[in-house]
């Protein structure tokens, strides 16, 4: 079964770029799914951070807009997060996690497999 | 709207049934799916859709949605379901957002 692996530095400084690369194994990430980024802050609850389709389509958080970039690699099987101009504010545990569709009647979005998650601090 | 708001906290006797809510605009056009997160750990989905649960999610668990408020179920809760849970839909203003609830905590007593 698909299984997701985040990676990236655990400490970033102020005002720099936090880089996270999320790998995908025991699948494709050329299917038919998005592919998402979450974060959690210490104590507090979820935020997602945005998604991309293998083809490249992206949606983005509008508070995180400005600073977030999702990009993928199907070459490596992976997708990535680049969020500049960080603050200690975006010190928070990162997951992936792949985003499905479901529509009968309605349509669901879930989000069926997630990472480990990697904690990443902002500090100097 | 992008907004789910759920109830802080609620507790459970154990073996007893335990509803938890989310309420949300967007609710009323998409089914949302609902995470449970223990400490230390990732979430986990454990309803998605109309009523689906993922394979190895208790039948324990079940979900129900009515206008803009859609509802996890616990029936017979048992002291490893003492965790958060977040729901989690698309918003509906159509720039194909997602929002996650403000989450609440389970305590099984």
């Known amino acids: 079964q698909v299984q997701l692996q985040e990676s990236g530095p655990g400490l970033v400084k102020p005002s720099g770029t936090l880089s996270l690369t999320c790998a995908v194994s025991g699948g494709s990430i050329s299917s038919s799914n998005w592919w998402s980024w979450v974060r959690q802050p210490p104590g507090k609850g979820l935020e997602w951070i945005g998604e991309?389709?293998?083809?490249?389509?992206?949606n983005y958080n509008p508070s995180l807009k400005s600073r977030v970039t999702i990009s993928v690699d199907k070459s490596k099987n992976q997708f990535s997060l680049k969020l500049s101009s960080v603050t200690a504010a975006d010190t928070a545990v990162y997951y992936c996690?792949?985003?499905?569709?479901?529509?009968?009647?309605?349509?669901?979005?879930?989000?069926?497999?997630w990472g480990k998650g990697t904690t990443v601090t902002v500090s100097s | 709207s992008s907004e789910l708001t759920q109830d802080p906290a609620v507790s459970v006797a154990l073996g007893q049934t335990v509803r938890i809510t989310c309420q949300g605009d967007?609710?009323?056009?998409?089914?949302a799916s609902w995470y449970q997160q223990k400490p230390g750990q990732a979430p986990v989905l454990v309803i998605y859709g109309k009523n689906n649960r993922p394979s190895g999610i208790p039948d324990r668990f079940s979900g129900s949605s009515s206008g803009n408020t859609a509802s996890l179920t616990i029936t017979g809760a048992q002291a490893e379901d003492e965790a958060d849970y977040y729901c989690?839909?698309?918003?509906?203003?159509?720039?194909?957002?997602?929002?996650f609830g403000t989450g609440t905590k389970v305590t099984v007593l």
């Open positions: 989690n839909s698309r918003d509906s203003s159509g720039n194909h957002l997602t929002v």
């Open positions: 991309i389709y293998h083809s490249g389509s992206t």
């Open positions: 996690a792949r985003l499905r569709i479901a529509v009968a009647g309605r349509t669901g979005y879930y989000m069926d497999v």
């Open positions: 967007s609710l009323r056009s998409y089914y």
